[in-house]
């Protein structure tokens, strides 16, 4: 069965540094992994997505992710983090069932960044 | 806004009793899916839609139910709730069945079982 794991419960990154957002995946088969984010009383919204292709995936709000198939990761990162970026982050992964796919997130990552 | 709507916001209820919550997905979406989200499961996929038929099941209850009408919207039915049936609910669209499209998510009904 297809899984996700997000190793880190919370990410602390002071605003202006680097953040990275950690998830490894266990697929069988080619994998679609998804990356969204949940802020506070909201719904999720998607940020980007790894289908094929170029390993390093562009998405919203500056955000992009690194696939590494050696190492069955699929980090999200930014380069320069903002305040406003503080939210719960989930990995998922999209697993084909007859007839339909189910999605299996992670348990999420929740970011803080400090001004 | 993601152009997922869910009705009702809120819904505070007693248990042992049943609620309707509604979903009308993206203009022109003909999946939609039921998410739960709860502090001790984490976010469950419980149910998958396209165009008015069941496609895909998850963790979900013989007591919970649900069903797309023609017009695309659609309902999930919970019955002989239980306290621990609290939680938010989310409904989310995508154009397609296809496992690579990405899903577009309502902001959710919290459910609350007294």
């Known amino acids: 069965a297809q899984s996700v794991a997000q190793p880190e419960d919370q990410v602390n990154v002071a605003e202006g540094n680097p953040l990275t957002v950690k998830c490894t995946y266990s697929?069988?088969?080619?994998?679609?992994l998804f990356w969204y984010v949940q802020y506070p009383n909201r719904g999720l919204q998607f940020l980007l997505k790894y289908i094929t292709g170029d390993n390093l995936v562009k998405g919203s709000y500056g955000f992009e992710a690194e696939f590494n198939k050696s190492q069955t990761s699929f980090h999200l990162k930014k380069p320069s983090a903002l305040v406003s970026d503080s939210a719960l982050y989930f990995c998922?992964?999209?697993?084909?069932?007859?007839?339909?796919?189910?999605?299996?997130f992670g348990a999420g990552t929740r970011l803080f960044v400090k001004a | 806004d993601s152009g997922v709507t869910q009705t009702p916001k809120h819904l505070i209820t007693a248990t042992g009793q049943r609620v309707t919550l509604r979903c009308s997905p993206r203009s022109g979406d003909l999946s939609v899916y039921w998410y739960q989200q709860s502090l001790d499961q984490g976010l469950q996929f419980l149910i998958q839609?396209?165009?008015?038929?069941?496609?895909a099941k998850g963790n979900i209850l013989e007591r919970f139910s649900a069903q797309q009408f023609p017009d695309l919207h659609s309902e999930l039915n919970l019955s002989s709730l239980e306290l621990g049936d609290s939680a938010l609910y989310f409904c989310?669209?995508?154009?397609?069945?296809?496992?690579?499209?990405?899903?577009?998510f309502g902001p959710g009904t919290r459910l609350t079982v007294l």
């Open positions: 697929v069988s088969g080619n994998p679609y």
């Open positions: 989310a669209s995508s154009v397609t069945l296809a496992g690579m499209v990405e899903q577009f």
């Open positions: 839609y396209y165009n008015g038929e069941e496609r």
């Open positions: 998922a992964v999209r697993d084909e069932v007859t007839g339909g796919f189910k999605t299996i």
